[in-house]
């Protein structure tokens, strides 16, 4: 039969060449002889194909009959296999069927038979040489199916048939794969036996042992691992046969493998292991951790088992997990550790086993949000409570500002508002765009939420970084009911975000009307403009919702109707008429082009039952004009007493600034209206307070000559300074202590402005309150300059005589002398020249008396001359004269008298150095006893314990450490207070100083330490106690030499038998090579070089 289909180099066959031809009687001897029909030319034609290509329609005939024919005897028998009718595939066969015919799913009869178990049927058709490796449409062989059955004896059968027991179907799935999926182990072992790959892999990857593990068949998976199957194969995602195991639990699987040498911690496409499959399974995992597997390898996004367990809500492995150390704190690529899991996931029990197991109840994400952020987003009620009952912080922020409510109030979950807010949660707590959750809730359109946040006092009137209100939200979202509530809780309802529109018109141009109508029922101001000019009117307009615009004009007439009458009839102080306009319902606010509302109308035009009126209806008392001007400042500034007492009566606020800063006092002051400023400030009215020109209400008192005014401001100051400090607020603002010195912008105080206009009564009260008289302004002008310019000499006689300073310069280097010179005031330079010639011999008597001791002289100096500061041509002042000759009373009493304890003379001396190196111990105990400071340090960066120790004066060296002075510090050379001692041999001192932690072998620029200082002086009983000490016997000069050399080129005997004892190196030489020896011999030392002969002294090193 084969040799009839045989098919040359382009495919055809006899068949098809004869019908082809169109001879007839060859194509039915050849059909007779079973040709087949359904063979294909290698361009894809049957015989029947190239019959019709050359259109032999007898031929086409007969092979369309005998391919019906042919149809039928193959479906009897495929019929006759599927049905287990022996003798009907026999009939089938002898009337010449095709054996390896296939039905529409491409079915042999052996694959029939097979899938029905007919083992006769199969025989028979093997008996008559079916194709045993035929293959269904999807590739299926008989042995694939008998196998996956489970029919040992039809595999027997196949494979001794010859069955190719590997090959595999169109998923690549072989009869063995088949096998261990089904579970069959006796048929597993029999294709084992018989060849089978056990490697072989489906399209998935999934090797034999893959598979066994995937569906838990412990015994096929056994079978397959004693026949050498790798325990490590990993299909496509690399998943391995210990990861099926343990995902699936089987736990017998999973201690086979992981005893047969499975990788234990081999990682899927994932990354996750074994232990991360397992966390469902304890039993599992618990083997698993036993043959040490990593407990803390996370996958590819960094979780961890421990994550995983507590994300499911295994508490069985999650408790099995921290009992083997799992790292509790591991975090994810998120930063979310096993709590956080826990919390988003609402694993309660899982939570709080971590919480006792000592998990951060507070730890954070990538983005900063804790376990209770994550439980309040997920709206887990449980987990809020058990977090917040372990000191979780109930407002941590995340990146964004979120806390824990707001999260809440994003999921609309009010259950967990609700909770949080009772358990303490900041209610207004903003995000970084200063959005509350309130706000959050408005955008949203919960109502519940709204209510639930306003009955914890949520601050209705927060705006966010836009500006935006939740009133202004709720009109662009049309939430009605919101709006009420916001309303009711007190709202404003013309609160203009960034951009200068208002709810109202945010309103308008959404076109939502019935928030437009709800808003203009509050009263919405229709007249305000937003940062463009626009109005609620152009809004609406712009965008075409007519019937918002028709609603908000009908309410401008009618608005404007009242507005004109209740206005006119407050400036007119027609009481009836205003009583009928508020009667019926007028805008009591309503205001008019100035921005006055019937209040400030009625106080401007002095109608004081009108403004009771008004005030009786809850008329804002503190409304500001469009110049910011209040009805108090304006009845401050007319001296309207009991208009003002009225209004401050009905907590009128006293510090209300308008547009110029300028307060009610200041409008007082200016006008010198006594009575008001008396009421003002007796009302707490801030005296402190500066307009745009930086002028207080004194300043405008002196500018306009108002004496009386001046001494009233300054008297209050009086009364508060004696005021019983016990009483005082410990919290009270500095500011609001009286500065009467307070300098205008251009730095003009009030005693400058009085003296520059004149003044002189308000310069003498000035100057008896206390104002600072040398106090200058931008130009670097005094008081006594600005009189002096003028020609004032009825006000420089008093500046001199409180002290004024002559000797300052302003910012051009002139004196006052200059400026008068420079104006042609002739008399006022010759007073100032006068004054000049007698304060020099004041100066000159206070510093001769205080240098030599005179106490008595100097109180009368200073008794004539306040001026204790006063320097000699070097700098000194009298302080520093009397500390330098050591005259305790005198520096006792002009301390006393509040002299600088620090002043510096022009080489930067203070007193307390001169006291220091002088030794007068009682001057320096004087001097720090009122703050002198012990580290400051002269130009050559000498402190008082520096130079008191070069001058060997213990007494003060002990009193300076005990106050605690900078034992470390070091002169511009780098000597330091050791230095000094030893090299001047103060052996008391340098006691002192190594007692008190002195550094031992600090040395100076040149490397001189104060060993090497003793050594060079001959102060051998210095050198034995700082080598007893601690000091470095061999230390160097930046020359190299040793305390040995220095001694040695000295001569100094002593030092040298010290420094030997305390074990020298003998020949230790400088940078030159000139060793000891070699120093004392060119010195001519005889007793020394014998000594360091004796000592094994060499010329050379």
């Keep these: ?79 006759g296999c599927l049905q287990g009718n022996a003798e009907e595939v026999r009939r089938a066969l002898k009337r010449g069927a095709s054996i390896d015919c296939v039905d529409v799913n491409k079915r042999t009869p052996l694959l029939l038979a097979v899938m029905e178990n007919h083992e006769e049927i199969a025989r028979l058709i093997l008996d008559n040489k079916a194709d045993v490796n035929a293959q269904n449409v999807v590739g299926r062989t008989a042995l694939s199916i008998a196998a996956q059955e489970g029919s040992q004896r039809l595999v027997q059968l196949l494979v001794g048939s010859n069955a190719n027991v590997n090959l595999a179907d169109t998923t690549g799935w072989t009869p063995l794969l ?12 029999q294709l084992l036996e018989n060849g089978a790959d056990c490697e072989a892999p489906n399209d998935a990857g999934q090797t034999p042992l893959v598979v066994a593990a995937r569906y838990g068949n412990a015994n096929v998976a056994d079978l397959l691992v004693k026949h050498d199957a790798s325990v490590n194969s990993a299909d496509r995602n690399r998943t391995t046969p210990l990861m099926f195991a343990a995902k699936g639990g089987y736990d017998e699987i999973v201690r086979l493998l992981v005893t047969g040498g499975a990788d234990i911690n081999a990682q899927d496409v994932n990354g996750e292991t074994a232990l991360f499959h397992a966390v469902p399974s304890h039993r599992c995992a618990s083997l698993l951790l036993d043959h040490r597997a990593s407990i803390d390898l996370p996958n590819e996004k960094g979780v961890t088992p421990l994550m995983r367990a507590a994300e499911l809500g295994h508490d069985e492995s999650l408790a099995l997990l921290l009992d083997r150390n799992a790292n509790i704190e591991a975090s994810n690529a998120d930063g979310w550790t096993a709590l956080t899991y826990a919390a988003t996931n609402n694993q309660r029990v899982v939570a709080s086993n971590l919480l006792d197991h000592g ?101 209705s009137n927060i705006v966010d970084d836009t500006g935006e209100s939740p009133l202004i939200a709720a009109a662009r979202g049309n939430f009605g009911d919101i709006m009420r509530l916001l309303i009711a809780h007190g709202t404003s309802i013309d609160t203009q975000d960034n951009a200068g529109k208002s709810a109202l018109m945010h309103a308008a141009f959404a076109g939502q009307i019935d928030a437009a109508r709800l808003l203009l029922d509050e009263i919405a101001d229709l007249s305000l403009l937003s940062c463009a000019g626009f109005s609620a009117l152009d809004y609406a307009k712009q965008q075409n919702h007519s019937d918002v615009a028709l609603v908000l004009e009908t309410t401008h007439r009618e608005r404007e109707e009242i507005k004109s009458s209740l206005l006119r ?162 919290d009270t603002d500095e500011d609001d202590e009286f500065n009467v010195d307070l300098p205008t912008n251009t730095g003009r105080t009030a005693l400058i402005i009085a003296a520059h206009l004149g003044h002189a009564d308000i310069v003498q009260v000035l100057l008896d309150t206390g104002a600072s008289i040398d106090l200058a302004d931008g130009r670097g002008w005094s008081p006594l300059f600005h009189a002096a310019d003028q020609g004032h000499e009825h006000v420089v006689s008093p500046l001199l005589e409180y002290k004024a300073d002559t000797s300052l310069q302003d910012e051009a280097g002139q004196t006052v002398l200059n400026v008068a010179e420079k104006s042609g005031r002739n008399r006022v330079l010759a007073l100032l020249r006068a004054y000049q010639r007698e304060r020099r011999e004041n100066a000159a008597a206070l510093l001769d008396a205080a240098s030599n001791g005179r106490v008595d002289e100097v109180r009368t100096a200073l008794a004539t001359d306040y001026r204790i500061e006063v320097r000699d041509k070097d700098g000194c002042t009298a302080l520093l004269l009397a500390s330098r000759t050591g005259h305790e009373d005198v520096v006792r009493f002009l301390l006393n008298a509040d002299a600088q304890v620090d002043a510096q003379n022009k080489l930067s001396v203070t007193p307390l150095l001169e006291a220091a190196y002088k030794g007068h111990a009682g001057v320096v105990r004087l001097l720090i006893f009122h703050g002198a400071d012990a580290d400051k340090a002269d130009d050559e960066n000498s402190t008082a314990l520096i130079l008191a120790a070069q001058a060997g004066h213990e007494a003060v060296v002990r009193l300076l450490l005990q106050r605690g002075a900078n034992i470390n510090a070091q002169a511009n050379g780098g000597e330091t207070e050791l230095n000094k001692a030893a090299q001047n041999g103060c052996l008391g001192i340098v006691s002192l100083l190594l007692a008190c932690g002195a550094p031992v072998d600090t040395g100076d620029e040149e490397r001189w330490t104060p060993l090497l200082y003793a050594a060079r002086e001959g102060h051998h009983d210095v050198d034995r106690l700082l080598l007893e000490g601690g000091a470095s016997v061999d230390a160097r000069t930046r020359t190299g030499e040793t305390a040995l050399c220095k001694a040695a080129f000295e001569g100094h005997l002593e030092v040298i038998n010290v420094l030997i004892e305390h074990d020298a190196a003998v020949n230790l030489a400088n940078a030159k090579g000139w060793t000891p020896l070699l120093f004392a011999t060119q010195s001519g030392h005889n007793a020394v070089v014998r000594l360091l002969l004796e000592n094994n002294a060499s010329f050379e090193e």
Excluded: F
């Design 569 to 730: 009839s407050a400036a007119e102080g027609d009481v009836k008429m205003v009583e009928a306009a508020v009667r019926l319902n007028a805008n009591i606010e309503v205001r008019d082009q100035d921005g006055n509302t019937p209040l400030l109308v009625a106080v401007i035009n002095n109608h004081e039952e009108i403004l009771k009126l008004m005030l009786e209806n809850v008329a804002d008392v503190n409304a500001q004009n469009v110049r910011g001007r209040t009805a108090l400042s304006v009845a401050s500034e007319k001296n309207q007493s009991a208009i003002a007492w009225t209004l401050l009566d009905c907590d009128a606020e006293s510090d209300v600034a308008d547009s110029r800063r300028c307060t009610p006092l200041m409008y007082a002051s200016e006008a010198g209206n006594e009575g008001i400023i008396k009421l003002l400030l007796d009302s707490g009215a801030r005296i402190n307070s500066t307009n745009d020109e930086g002028e207080s209400a004194l300043i405008k008192a002196v500018q306009n000559c108002h004496e009386h005014v001046v001494q009233i401001l300054l008297s209050h100051r009086e009364d508060e300074d004696q005021y019983d400090d016990s009483e005082c607020d410990s």
């Design 178 to 189: 088949y096998a261990v999926k089904a579970g069959h182990s006796d048929i597993v072992q």
């Design 359 to 459: 998990a951060k109840v507070d730890c954070r994400d990538s983005v900063e949000n804790t376990p209770l952020l994550h439980a309040a987003r997920g709206g887990n009620t449980d987990i809020i409570c058990l977090l917040l009952d372990r000191g979780a912080d109930i407002d941590a922020e995340n990146s964004w500002g979120e806390t824990a409510l707001r999260q809440a109030v994003n999921k609309g979950d009010s259950t967990a508002a609700s909770l949080l807010l009772e358990r303490g949660a900041a209610v207004d707590a903003a995000d970084e765009t200063k959005t509350t959750p309130l706000m959050q809730a408005t955008r949203l359109g919960n109502q519940e939420m709204v209510e639930v946040l306003l009955e914890w006092y949520a601050d």
């Design 1 to 79: 039969m084969a040799s009839i289909d045989l098919q040359d180099n382009i495919g055809k066959t006899a068949l098809m060449y004869g019908a082809a031809m169109g001879h007839i009687d060859v194509v039915r001897l050849l059909l007779d002889q079973s040709a087949d029909l359904d063979l294909r030319s290698n361009d894809s034609r049957t015989a029947q194909g190239w019959a019709r290509q050359h259109n032999r329609t007898d031929v086409i005939a007969l092979l369309e009959e005998r391919y019906q024919e042919r149809m039928a005897i193959n479906t009897q028998l495929l019929s």
